[in-house]
């Protein structure tokens, strides 16, 4: 079955410091990846999806990115965090098999830019 | 462009009862996934139940079920013999079916289950 490993649970960062999440999953190939924030008390925001190797695609405008340099790791990035960066992350997949359209999740990064 | 809507941003239940969370979903393509996801405390995000648009049969599993109405683009979810287990966040999702479509499971504001012993 499908892991997701994500990490750091909890981050503080300063206002105007660099960001990098890191998404490694196991037990499928070919998934499609996805990256949510959570603001507090509040629904999912997708932020990024990839369907493969180098493909981003970007659903907010914002100072974040992405990338995907292997297939079974998707980056969130930013080069200067923002007040308005901080939340709940979350990665997620979408096993590469055929009819199977389950998004199975990561336990998250709580990010606080202060 | 897809969009999910639950309108009950807090439901209270009783141990023991039913409660139903509302779900709506606007598209304009046939085809397509819709989902309830659960988010207790610990904030890790559970499948409980899942919905193929073709199909007509409501989806059940176990004390979970919902009710699909297509044409009214509703996709409530029954939860039975509430416990306090149930306590959580519960997201309604949609994900398009079509060749092409997109890859993107939009999800709804969530609601807030409690539930009272």
């Known amino acids: 079955s499908q892991t997701i490993h994500q990490w750091p649970a909890t981050l503080v960062q300063p206002v105007g410091s660099p960001l990098s999440l890191e998404c490694t999953v196991e037990g499928t190939s070919n998934p499609n990846l996805y990256w949510y924030r959570q603001a507090a008390g509040r629904g999912l925001q997708l932020l990024f999806y990839?369907?493969?190797?180098?493909?981003i695609s970007s659903e907010v405008p914002q100072n974040l990115s992405a990338s995907r340099p292997q297939d079974r790791q998707f980056i969130l990035s930013s080069k200067k965090l923002l007040l308005s960066d901080s939340g709940f992350y979350l990665c997620?997949?979408?096993?590469?098999?055929?009819?199977?359209?389950?998004?199975?999740f990561g336990s998250g990064t709580q990010l606080s830019v202060l | 462009a897809q969009t999910v809507t639950q309108s009950q941003p807090e439901m209270s239940v009783q141990e023991a009862e039913t409660v139903t969370l509302s779900c709506t979903y606007d598209?304009?393509?046939?085809?397509?996934?819709l989902f309830w996801y659960k988010q207790p405390p610990s904030r890790q995000m559970i499948l409980v139940i899942r919905q193929e648009a073709y199909k007509q049969q409501n989806a059940t599993e176990n004390r979970f079920s919902v009710n699909f109405q297509k044409a009214a683009k509703s996709f409530s979810l029954k939860i039975s013999d509430s416990q306090l287990g149930d306590a959580a966040m519960y997201f309604c999702?949609?994900?398009?079916?079509?060749?092409?479509?997109?890859?993107?499971?939009?999800f709804g504001t969530g609601t807030r289950l409690k539930v009272l012993a």
């Open positions: 997620a997949l979408r096993p590469g098999s055929l009819y199977n359209e389950k998004l199975f």
């Open positions: 990839s369907v493969g190797i180098g493909q």
């Open positions: 999702a949609y994900r398009s079916a079509q060749a092409s479509g997109t890859y993107k499971y939009i």
């Open positions: 598209t304009s393509e046939s085809d397509y996934y």
